[in-house]
């Protein structure tokens, strides 16, 4: 492989990596958070290079190797434990491109790059609100069936849609409540079953 080509493919897994990173929920929401200090989107751009250069530096390397290498990234600069299931997917579409850069597959993440900008969405956290900051009396907080869940997407040229999808069911005939008694001052929740 010649070294302009060369350097085209490395560009490529750089942009591949970056869009992966980009998409992944748990990131997006840490740094939206600022879970990584007054610098977290500054970290989340570090992170994309420093993902990048360490594949190079370690051409053979297991799933469980790049698990381990992104958990403790997202530890130590985001102060946040990734449990929602999607580090090891992460960690093997990186090396799904890593493998493709190796044999100079330029196409084949350009493809891949263009499929994660295509599915992107962007992801929100938002904290949830007790029967007294909704205005809603505590005694009708039952009626879970009437709460709807606002997912915002993006489209293909940058716009967003709006999609309400309804709240479940829940299969239990007392839902739990949050009354704002059970809010302790450091952040936490009490939640109890209502009687």
């Known amino acids: ?3 302009g080509a060369a350097e085209d493919v490395r560009a490529l897994f750089g942009a591949a990596v970056r869009a992966a990173l980009q998409a992944w929920p748990a990131l997006q929401i840490a740094v939206e958070n600022g879970f990584g200090g007054v610098h977290s989107q500054e970290k989340a751009e570090w992170l994309g290079g420093a ?5 190079i ?8 190797e ?3 290498f992104l958990r403790e990234l997202m530890t130590t600069e985001f102060d946040t434990v990734v449990e929602d299931g999607s580090l090891p997917q992460v960690s093997q579409q990186l090396q ?8 100079g597959d330029g196409a084949a993440l350009q493809e891949m790059t263009s499929n994660i900008n295509q599915k992107k969405c962007k992801v929100t956290a938002t904290p ?9 009396d505590e005694d009708d907080v039952d009626s ?3 709460m709807e869940v606002k997912e915002v997407t993006a489209t293909n040229d940058g716009a967003t849609t709006d999609v309400v999808c309804p709240q479940p069911q829940p299969s239990d005939p007392d839902p739990q409540t949050i009354k704002e008694e059970d809010i302790v001052e450091d952040g936490w929740t009490i939640v109890r079953r209502k009687k």
Do not use: C, P, R
């Open 1 to 3: 492989m010649m070294a």
């Open 51 to 55: 993902v990048e250069d360490y594949f």
């Open 57 to 64: 530096a370690n051409a053979d390397m297991e799933l469980e």
């Open 66 to 68: 790049v698990e381990d």
């Open 96 to 103: 799904t491109m890593f493998h493709h850069f190796q044999k």
């Open 128 to 136: 949830l609100k007790t029967a007294k900051e909704t205005g809603v």
């Open 144 to 146: 879970v069936e009437e």
